[in-house]
């Protein structure tokens, strides 16, 4: 993958879904000036990556990331705004230790269309989300896709980031064993969500959480409730 980074500086798309190196992401980032799409699940990207993926180093903007967030400090995420700014997909997986510093970093993201978060990585507990997801629903409000892993007290901060898009047509969450119920998320979604096509959640339901979902949601095609209480009502 370095030589092809060192060879290949007209690539504009790169897709890797397995590990990759530190030194293969520096070498991306650092030589291939034209590329907009880095999709890497599993790859760390460091501040000094990111760095090279600045607006003014770079050919055209990059538009959509996957990675390992590295990033532990707000100056880092600062030095870095410009790139963020731009971004209209993040598909992002937090260490507990890097969550504030990526919170700070929701807060330069508002272009972004999709968003997928999973906070903990590597078999660490899903840590809590809160202070994540306020900066998501001060922030996002041009969201259409949005997915999230972790662990809440409640269920207000993703009830507040339905209520600022209304144009979304997928949401997903998994609670990391919070224990939170997910019906005031389908009453939200049901309410403020006209055009949703897919929905999966993993806190309990019941018939009246269901019935404001499809009542409101009327181009519903895939629906994923994996503790539901729902009779055949």
């Not at 190196?21 to 980032?29: E, F, L, M, P």
């Not at 209209?88 to 330069?108: D, E, G, I, M, S």
């Not at 903990?120 to 997801?133: F, I, K, M, R, S």
Request: proline share 3%; aromatic share 4%; net charge negative.
């Amino acid at each position: 993958m370095i030589a092809i980074a060192q060879e290949c500086r007209l690539l504009e798309s790169v897709l890797v879904m397995g590990p990759v190196t530190v030194a293969t992401v520096s070498a991306i980032c650092e030589n291939c000036r034209n590329i907009t799409s880095m999709m890497m699940s599993e790859a760390s990207v460091t501040s000094a990556d990111l760095l090279h993926l600045l607006p003014q180093h770079r050919k055209r903007p990059v538009i959509a990331l996957a990675c390992r967030w590295a990033l532990q400090q707000d100056n880092e995420v600062q030095a870095c705004a410009a790139m963020l700014s731009g971004l209209k997909v993040l598909r992002v997986a937090v260490p507990a230790q890097c969550k504030h510093a990526f919170a700070t970093a929701v807060t330069y993201l508002a272009e972004i269309e999709t968003l997928n978060i999973t906070l903990g990585v590597d078999g660490q507990p899903a840590c809590a989300a809160e202070e994540v997801l306020l900066a998501v629903a001060q922030t996002c409000r041009k969201l259409r896709r949005f997915e999230f892993a972790g662990t809440l007290s409640d269920e207000g901060s993703l009830v507040n980031i339905i209520t600022g898009n209304r144009y979304l047509v997928s949401f997903g969450w998994k609670d990391g064993g919070g224990g939170t119920g997910s019906n005031g998320v389908l009453h939200a979604l049901g309410r403020h969500c006209p055009l949703l096509r897919s929905v999966e959640a993993v806190g309990a339901c019941d018939d009246d959480g269901v019935r404001a979902l499809v009542a409101g949601c009327k181009h519903l095609d895939n629906v994923r409730l994996s503790d539901s209480s729902i009779t055949d009502s």
